[in-house]
């Protein structure tokens, strides 16, 4: 077995004060103190070397270790994330290797040795104290809903999408995630209809306190409870808590949550060489989020669920936005830029001047209801539209009305007197 040279000088550094405490030149307490060890360590020392030699001597703990890892296999990973994954992060390129290549290796050996090859740098600790919450006891007891903006397309660094993702806070699952164009409320509540949809009501939503999430009077300053937005007011048709978050520490596992996926999604689309949203949200549904739930989804403390099953309600009736609107004198109404002509209603003669509910889908359609809750039937007024009306119209017969027109002249009135 091979041996450092600094096992070997220092056998022959203990065989020399061995030698020297046999021939009587020095006192057994003398050697002990000389190599800084116990006279009762000396003695097994010297037992040793009387029963082995000076191969007894040598600190079997500085022999290469049988478990170590060989250079091929070090040399292979590091390999690989020169040329194929550079920028993970340590824990995920573990993951990576571990899963698609097959590597054995620990974690912390992984990125120790990242770490000393120069290809991974180390974080320093940052911020001041903060005592942590512990997370809900059930699942569905609480979600975490979030956008986040950012480069998602390593190839194609220019665009940028939000990401929206909802996260229940009892177990770390990522209930929803998908890009978008912006953090609108269509994206918010899309996402909100596909986990009621899929799982059921939860008991309360945490939030930030953006434009479409609630009414902020001043800035940085509570928030308006009486004004509800769009969202506001279906969370609460729905009986959900919206709960407001005052800083981004508040918040802290929804923030967490986005760094992990920034620091993820972004290697893995280049390597999957995604450039589109289409493609990275198919991608996110097939492959990511099962992968990330299997590694990060953890048991809750109880196992009885908080979601409530959704039964007969009506998503599509709620998860929309909700205006009123007065009916003008032509019986019309516009509504995102667009002219409703209503149609003619059983019992009335007309609906000027009535106050009517106007809600605009998800899907687009919009819906005419008036008190109480009585659907109107309507038709959309394009420019074809009006110009076959306007060509339709019957020309209006001149009427010459007395005492209206030009003064008659003199020779109009009394005639020629020549």
């Known amino acids: ?57 040598v600190d079997k703990r500085r022999s290469p270790s049988k478990h170590r890892v060989p250079m091929r296999e070090l040399e292979r990973v590091l390999q690989l994330y020169r040329e ?19 590597v054995t290796l620990s974690y912390s050996y992984v990125k120790q040795a990242l770490q000393r090859a120069g290809l991974l740098r180390t974080r320093k600790a940052r911020g001041r104290h903060r005592r942590r919450r512990e997370p809900r006891a059930c699942f569905g007891e609480l979600l975490h809903l979030d956008g986040s903006r950012h480069p998602w397309f390593a190839l ?16 770390g699952a990522v209930l929803y995630a998908q890009l978008w164009s912006q953090e609108t409320m269509r994206a918010v509540m899309s996402a909100l209809a596909h986990v009621l949809r899929t799982e059921g009501l939860p008991m309360a ?20 409870q009486s004004r509800l937005t769009q969202v506001g007011r279906a969370l609460q048709q729905l009986g959900i808590e919206h709960i ?15 760094r992990t996926l920034q620091g993820r999604l972004v290697n893995e689309f280049r390597v999957a060489n995604i450039r589109t949203v289409a493609k990275a949200n198919a991608y996110l549904h097939r492959v990511y989020l099962p992968q990330h739930n299997a590694t990060f989804r953890r048991p809750p403390r109880d196992a009885a669920t908080a979601f409530i099953p959704l039964g007969t309600t009506d998503l599509n009736r709620i998860l929309c936005q909700e205006d009123q609107r007065v009916v003008a004198p032509d019986n019309t109404v516009v509504v995102g830029g667009q002219l409703l002509q209503i149609a003619q209603q059983p019992g009335r003669r007309t609906c000027a001047g009535l106050r009517v509910c ?20 309507y038709s959309r007024v394009t420019a ?32 020629d007197f020549r």
């Open 1 to 57: 077995m091979e041996y450092s040279p600094a096992a070997w000088e220092q056998a022959m550094q203990v065989q020399d004060v061995i030698l020297r405490a046999i021939s009587g030149e020095i006192h057994w307490f003398q050697a002990a103190e000389i190599l800084q060890m116990t006279p009762r360590n000396l003695r097994r020392w010297r037992e040793r070397y009387e029963r082995w030699g000076y191969n007894g001597l």
């Open 84 to 102: 194929r994954y550079t920028g993970f992060n340590g824990r995920h390129f573990h993951e990576i290797v571990h899963r698609e290549h097959g």
């Open 156 to 171: 194609d660094p220019e665009a940028r999408a939000t990401l929206i993702t909802i996260v229940d806070d009892a177990t």
């Open 205 to 224: 939503l945490y939030t930030d306190r953006a434009g479409w999430a609630f009414y902020t009077p001043k800035a940085t300053g509570p928030v308006d």
């Open 244 to 258: 407001p978050a005052y800083s981004p520490q508040a918040r802290g596992r929804s923030e967490r949550m986005n």
């Open 358 to 377: 106007v809600r605009q889908h998800l899907d687009g359609t919009i819906t005419l209801t008036r008190p109480p809750d009585i659907p109107l039937t």
């Open 384 to 415: 074809s539209t009006v110009r076959l009306a306007l060509t339709r119209r019957t020309p209006r017969r001149k009427v010459r009305h007395p005492g209206k027109g030009r003064w008659p002249t003199p020779k109009e009135q009394f005639g």
